[in-house]
């Protein structure tokens, strides 16, 4: 499980469910299992801060590379 932090302030955003290896380029709504502090609006999620970290796609966000941080492990599958 990955925790999503923004790069800005630390903030947790959101703990992510990380399926395999690679960068996170989105994060898939459905495996999003815990949420902190963030806003979505008009298509754009927002850090509490209000640093952009990433567009809202439907099913996942694309996720700003620059904008977040993340630790934790992926799950292999
Ligand atoms: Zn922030």
Redesign the pocket.
């Given at each position: 499980m990955l925790v999503i932090r923004?790069a800005?302030?630390k903030?947790k955003l959101w703990k992510y469910d990380k399926i395999g290896p690679g960068e996170v380029l989105r994060c898939h709504k459905a495996r999003i299992t815990k949420k902190y502090s963030f806003t979505a609006g008009d298509q754009k999620i927002q850090?509490?801060?209000g640093?952009d970290i990433g567009i809202d796609k439907g099913s996942f966000i694309k996720m700003i590379s620059k904008a977040f941080t993340y630790s934790g492990t992926k799950r292999n599958c």
């Open positions: 923004c800005a302030c903030n850090c509490s801060c640093k």
